[in-house]
């Protein structure tokens, strides 16, 4: 089993900046792919950022001119640096591991933290 979890949300003007946190522990395997998703309520949860252990990096399209993903594979951590916020970046972030089994894959989500964006 894999833990995940994420620290940094909270409470932020437009044109601010928040850096989210994500530390995964449990059975990790050595190629494994950690990211961001966000959901706002009746919306479907959507990609933001995902970043492998060979540094391959997965931006939503109309998010990667202000968000930026980093991870240390040592300590299967990952941030997502996000800049020039807007009201409609607010949502939940959840934090993604997914990694290789026998026959298949498996995907695991942290509880979320609540970014929240005032105008």
């Known amino acids: 089993q894999v833990q995940l979890v994420e620290s940094g949300g909270g409470l932020v003007q437009a044109g601010g900046s928040l850096r989210l946190s994500c530390a995964a522990s449990?059975?990790?395997?050595?190629?494994?792919?950690m990211g961001w998703y966000r959901q706002v309520p009746g919306n479907q949860r959507e990609l933001v950022a995902a970043?492998?252990?060979?540094?391959?990096?997965k931006y939503a399209d109309s998010l990667m001119d202000r968000f930026s993903i980093s991870r240390d594979k040592a300590q299967n951590t990952v941030w997502l640096q996000m800049n020039s916020l807007k009201p409609e970046d607010t949502g939940r972030y959840y934090c993604?591991?997914?990694?290789?089994?026998?026959?298949?894959?498996?995907?695991?989500w942290g509880q979320g933290t609540q970014v929240t964006v005032s105008e």
């Open positions: 993604y591991l997914g990694q290789p089994r026998t026959f298949g894959w498996n995907d695991y």
């Open positions: 449990g059975i990790i395997y050595r190629d494994n792919t």
């Open positions: 970043i492998t252990t060979g540094g391959e990096i």
